[in-house]
DNA sequence: TATCAAAACTAACGATTGTTAGTTAGCTTA
DNA sequence: TAAGCTAACTAACAATCGTTAGTTTTGATA
């Protein structure tokens, strides 16, 4: 079941309303308007508002869990593992950076699909978490409080979708090395 | 024009809701219920659903703006300030964290209001980045991309609501040391 | 040119929205 | 007790919501 193309348009264009105005403030005529046709002709192309939510959210979330699977299983050093962390949420922000400022504020609209995504979301945290564990217990990282490095990285990595599309491609090149000086390294001289 | 009890529960009753929801998944209906009355005697109080919403963004901008002058006008060091910027949000997030969820997630519908809004959190970044800057100026912290930083400290500090109410009061007394290590002095050994 | 499916349309549905008007119950004070 | 204010109530409104049914247009293929 391949995606069409006016499909996927709906979905960007829908992707970039739940930005601005959040998915309960979104019509459906909102959408129609923006793709330019009425709103019930948007059902030949989606089977609901829900679905245009859900397929915009889990897609993403498939991404990061596929993405950490494959840093968790590679032969790294914790600080290597956590600058690969960095690039994949670079990565998947800068390809769809309306995707992920609708995963991060509507997902609590997923209904059906809720268990789901937490699942996804959950996963992905305490692989990040074992990360960072492991890298103080053999001494690879400076011994801080576990939770709040994650929570501290995780909100900046977050709200990537906020930053990036200001930044032109010359300069989404040198994001990754000035995050993670300022992520890993600190201020402090 | 003092707030009287009455209306000060409906504005707190409307932030948690507002965080559980969103604003505009949010109903007077909703509000009434949580308040056990019907939806039409919340007018007695407030005089509209946007004016909820107003109130609690409003007074929480308003505490960041006068924090930010208080540490912007004082005889600190680069790195004292910005370890009070952090102790500004921790006090502001853990007094009101069901506010600042709404703040952080809602206020694009203050529409009236949204210039007023958009006056204050400018002001708060420029006196965050003109520290920062200085810092680096004076050889006080290192020499990072200071957009960077910026990002990365807002970025943490405005997620600090998902993350103070499940934290007792012992820890967060800690909160504000762990939160400076992290956040200023990095992970690399 | 005739056919047929994809994709647009019009019209309408029942439900729900924020809000108003008018009424009543409960308290405090004279 | 009577008066008056506060804060609750019932009922209803016009508008808007997501969605469905049925119809017409479009564009490719035979």
Redesign the pocket.
């Known amino acids: 079941m391949k995606t ?1 193309l ?1 499909k996927q348009e709906i979905i960007n264009k829908s992707a970039i309303l739940f930005k601005e105005k959040g998915y ?1 403030a ?5 959408i ?1 308007t923006v ?11 989606i ?4 679905e245009i939510l859900s397929l915009i959210i889990l897609s993403l979330a498939e991404q990061f869990t596929a993405g950490m699977d494959t840093i968790v299983t590679s032969e790294k050093t914790t600080l290597e593992k956590l600058q690969e962390i960095i690039i994949l949420h670079i990565q998947i922000t800068s390809n769809n950076p309306n995707g992920m400022a609708s995963l991060n504020a509507n997902w609590m609209h997923l209904e059906e699909k809720l268990d789901y995504y937490f699942e996804l979301r959950d996963g992905y945290e305490d692989s990040f978490r074992a990360i960072i564990i492991d890298g103080i217990k053999k001494n690879e990282i400076s011994d801080v409080n576990p939770e709040v490095l994650l929570f501290s990285m995780l909100s900046t990595l977050r709200s990537l979708y906020l930053w990036i599309p200001k930044k032109d491609d010359v300069n989404i090149k040198n994001l990754d090395a000035d995050l993670s000086k300022v992520l890993l390294e600190g201020v402090v001289l």
């Not at 979104?26 to 909102?30: A, Q, S």
């Not at 046709?37 to 059902?43: D, Q």
């Not at 089977?47 to 829900?50: I, L, M, R, T």
């Open positions: 069409s006016r309960s979104v019509t459906m005529r909102d129609a793709m330019g046709m009425k709103a019930a002709s948007l059902y030949n192309h089977k609901s508002k829900q």
